[in-house]
DNA sequence: CGACACATGTAACACGTTACATGATTTG
DNA sequence: CAAATCATGTAACGTGTTACATGTGTCG
C-alpha cells in the first residue's frame, strides 16, 4: 500500500500527472527504489477505480491532470493518523531464511551468515556514498536513507547476535560432547 | 519470494504434506506472520507448475505428499547461497510516509512520529512478552523473535532521530526569523 | 532527419491473501 | 449424534512489476 498512499499524499499540493508523480515519488527515494512509470499509471487507474482521484484536465501543455476527490482527502488523513503496524509488514525473508537455514540439515549456516553480512556491509557503504554524493540537500531523501542505515546495522547487529548464539551452542554440544568421552 | 522458498527448505528432510507443512512453517515464525493454509496449497501448485516439487504419493493415511525435484534442490541451495539484498526488499512504507510526511504541507509531522513511536514501543513489549511465555526453546522462533526486535529498537532509534532533526531544523528556522526581526 | 527523452497508456504475470466448498476423522 | 478439528483444494481479488506499443516534442 506504500506506493498508493505515498501517490496519493503527492497530490495534496493541487493536481499532478503521470511522470511528474513518478519523478517527484522517485525523488525522495531514489536509488533504492525505482519506480517504473507504468505503474504510476495502473496504480492512478486503481485510485480512480476507488474513487479516491479523478480526472483533472490538463495543464495546458496535454499532460493529464489527477487531483484528489473528499474521499482520497479522507484515505490520505486516515492514512497520516494511523501507525505502520509491524505486524501488518512484510515477511522478513531474511529473518525466515536463517530460522530455516538453522532447521534444516546440511545447510552452512555460518557461511550464509557471513555471505549475508558481507553483502550487508556493501550496502551500508553504498549508502555512505550515497549521502555523501548528495548533489542538494533534501530532507525527505536523507532521512529515507537513514532509515535504510539503521536498518543496515540492525541486521548486522542481529547476524552477529546469531553467529554468537550458533558459537555459543556449538560450544555446549562440544562441552557435553567431552563430557561424555 | 519467502514463503516459496521456505516451503521448498521444508521438503530438505523428506517429503510433507500440505497442512504439515503450514504448521512447520508457522511453529517458526507464530505470532508474528500466521500463514493461511490456504497459500500453502496455491504455493505448492505454483512450485509443481515451475517444476521445483512433484507428488510422491501418500503417507498411508491419504495425505498427499510432496517432495523436492532436482531443480527444486538446485533452486534452494541457490537460495542459500545467495544473499538477501538490502536493494530487492519491498520498499519500506514507514520511511516513506515520514519521507513524503515532511515535504507535504498540513500533516503534523510530530504526532505521527509520537504515534508511530507509541505502536512500535508495544510491539516491541508483545515481542518481550512472547518470549517470556515461550513455552518450549526453539532456537529459529527465538532468532525470528530477535529479528524482530532487533528492528523495532531501530525503528525507535530512528524515529527519534528524526524527531531530533525536526526540531533542530525548526531551532534554525526560529533562529533565522529572529535575525529578521 | 534520426536519436533521444518525455508522456500516456495497456497487457500480462507473479505473489500473497482471504473466503469458500468439501470431505474425513475425532471427540464430547 | 453434533461439534470441532484436520485436510485438501479452488476461486477471486489486490498490489507490485515488467515489457511493450505509441505518440510528441526537442536537439544535434
Redesign the interface.
Known amino acids: ?3 498508493r ?2 501517490l496519493l ?2 497530490l ?2 493541487g493536481p499532478r500527472y503521470g511522470n511528474q508523480l513518478r519523478s517527484e515519488f522517485e525523488h ?2 531514489a536509488a ?2 525505482p519506480l517504473n512509470v507504468g505503474q504510476v499509471y495502473t496504480t492512478m487507474s486503481r485510485l480512480e477505480r476507488d474513487g479516491l482521484v479523478e480526472p483533472a484536465g490538463d495543464d495546458g501543455e496535454g499532460h493529464a491532470l489527477y487531483q484528489l476527490t473528499e474521499a482520497g482527502r479522507a484515505d490520505l488523513d486516515a ?3 494511523t ?5 501488518g ?20 549456516v555460518r557461511a ?1 551468515v557471513q ?2 553480512r ?3 556491509t556493501r ?1 551500508l557503504q553504498e549508502y555512505t556514498r550515497l549521502k555523501a554524493n548528495q548533489p542538494e540537500p533534501d ?3 536523507q ?2 536513507l ?3 542505515v ?6 548486522i ?2 547476524l552477529d ?2 553467529e554468537a ?1 550458533l558459537t555459543r ?1 556449538a560450544g555446549l554440544a562440544r562441552e557435553q560432547l567431552g563430557r561424555r568421552d
Open positions: 500500500m506504500s506506493i498512499h505515498g499524499a503527492l495534496t499540493d525522495r527515494t533504492t527504489w492514512w497520516w493518523r501507525p505502520v503496524r509491524r505486524e509488514r512484510p515477511r522478513d525473508e531474511l529473518a525466515i531464511k536463517l530460522a530455516l537455514a538453522v532447521t534444516v540439515p546440511g545447510v552452512d550464509l555471505l549475508q558481507s553483502d550487508t550496502s530532507l525527505a531523501w532521512l529515507v537513514d532509515a535504510l539503521f536498518q543496515g546495522e540492525a541486521e547487529r542481529w547476535h546469531c548464539r551452542d
